[in-house]
């Protein structure tokens, strides 16, 4: 390990504030003018691929409740049913907290939207809507950090903020950025959890006499704390996490995040990532596991935007997951990886009140390779519709910050 990988993991692991980046130790915390940082775009990344068909949940087509004879929501109106949203589709009734903003056109949704690459693999997913290049292993950068680049005004490293344990991928480049840590959670997972660092420091200490025996006896007991607060061993769900919180401490965070950026306006970008929604067994219709992240969810961003103030009506919120979810429930009452899913959009200026992109039904012949959404928005798309119209990057600023990215619908959701 660089003594620099371990500097960040030691700080973030301590819950310290490391700007990142070309000039980052010398740049200031004091706010702006607020000119140039006035738009504001925060992204919120449900790591473990949330399940969008139980979010915004076509209740009103016979083949949902088919295909999930166990976790499908009930019709509103029911016990525990879905919010009708539109007659078709319905809000999970965890995510109450959110009708008011759709009632005042501040909430939308893009569904069957996701990545063109046809990968299911966690970690390669969340890497190319990271770096905004799907496909493409070799990008050096997240379109974040780009994006950064592009804005006019002055940047320093308090422009771009990220709320987790690390540095995220997606805010990882030339410009600079500055990581905080979550607030304080006492089983949450440290960067030793992760395994590269896990591996680093084990192979530090192996055949240590005076240490290695300590840190052993160290790293087991942490490993039984983190198991019994975690109901078993170190589940697929929280390596599909990557080092993410669960979402039971947003609120707070997303209540710290709007404090943040009322006092100091020259943060602009901010992102946080949230695991905990790798659902392949016991998800949950109206009740259960699914419903229990997206209650804290739908809080935190609720309080979010309550708390923006007067800055809400010049935020984006942008709420995005790797890929979908199986149509059809497996044999253990969960979903496995998919593909399609549902992107969210939340803000002041947002025209909500709706369910955008274009939605081909649940038949057997509709789905990607007979199981999944297919992707009929490419999420680079609604991040570009955003950056264009939100942002206001012209076209060569567009180009830099998703490169490649082809001809698509014509939005109108900002």
Do not use: C
Request: charged share 20%.
């Amino acid at each position: 390990m660089q003594r620099r990988q371990f500097l960040n993991a030691f700080a973030a692991s301590a819950g310290l504030l490391l700007p990142l980046g070309p000039h980052a130790w010398a740049a200031t915390l004091a706010p702006g003018s607020g000119s140039p940082t006035a738009k504001k775009l925060i992204v919120v990344m449900l790591r473990g691929a949330v399940d969008g068909m139980n979010v915004v949940a076509p209740v009103a087509d016979a083949e949902y409740a088919r295909l999930r004879p166990n976790i499908a929501l009930a019709k509103p109106g029911a016990e525990d049913g879905a919010l009708d949203l539109d007659g078709y589709f319905g809000l999970h009734p965890a995510l109450a907290p959110l009708l008011p903003l759709w009632q005042q056109k501040k909430l939308a949704f893009v569904h069957a939207s996701g990545s063109p690459d046809a990968s299911r693999s966690h970690f390669d997913a969340q890497d190319y809507m990271e770096s905004g290049t799907p496909g493409v292993k070799s990008t050096q950068d997240g379109w974040m950090n780009r994006l950064l680049g592009t804005l006019p005004g002055e940047t320093s490293a308090t422009r771009a903020l990220s709320i987790g344990p690390v540095m995220p991928r997606i805010l990882s480049g030339a410009m600079p950025a500055t990581n905080l840590a979550n607030g304080p959670a006492g089983t949450r997972a440290t960067p030793l959890d992760k395994p590269a660092i896990g591996r680093a420091f084990d192979r530090l200490y192996a055949g240590n006499e005076r240490f290695g025996k300590v840190y052993t006896e160290g790293r087991e007991a942490h490993q039984e704390v983190m198991n019994a607060a975690n109901g078993g061993m170190m589940s697929e769900m929280q390596m599909a996490d990557n080092g993410a919180p669960l979402p039971n401490g947003f609120p707070d965070d997303a209540g710290r995040l709007a404090t943040l950026m009322r006092n100091n306006p020259n943060i602009q970008l901010a992102f946080i990532a949230l695991g905990g929604w790798d659902t392949h067994a016991n998800q949950g219709a109206g009740k259960g596991q699914l419903a229990g992240r997206l209650q804290p969810l739908g809080q935190g961003l609720a309080t979010l935007a309550q708390r923006l103030g007067p800055m809400f009506d010049d935020t984006v919120i942008v709420v995005m997951s790797e890929f979908g979810r199986t149509a059809r429930e497996n044999g253990n009452r969960g979903t496995d990886h998919g593909h399609g899913n549902a992107m969210w959009l939340l803000g002041g200026k947002v025209q909500g009140g709706k369910v955008a992109g274009e939605w081909k039904g649940l038949a057997d012949a509709q789905l990607n390779e007979g199981r999944d959404l297919p992707v009929t928005t490419d999420f680079r798309h609604v991040l570009a519709h955003v950056a264009e119209r939100h942002l206001q990057l012209n076209a060569s600023a567009l180009q830099r910050t998703f490169p490649n990215l082809p001809a698509g619908p014509a939005l109108k959701l900002v």
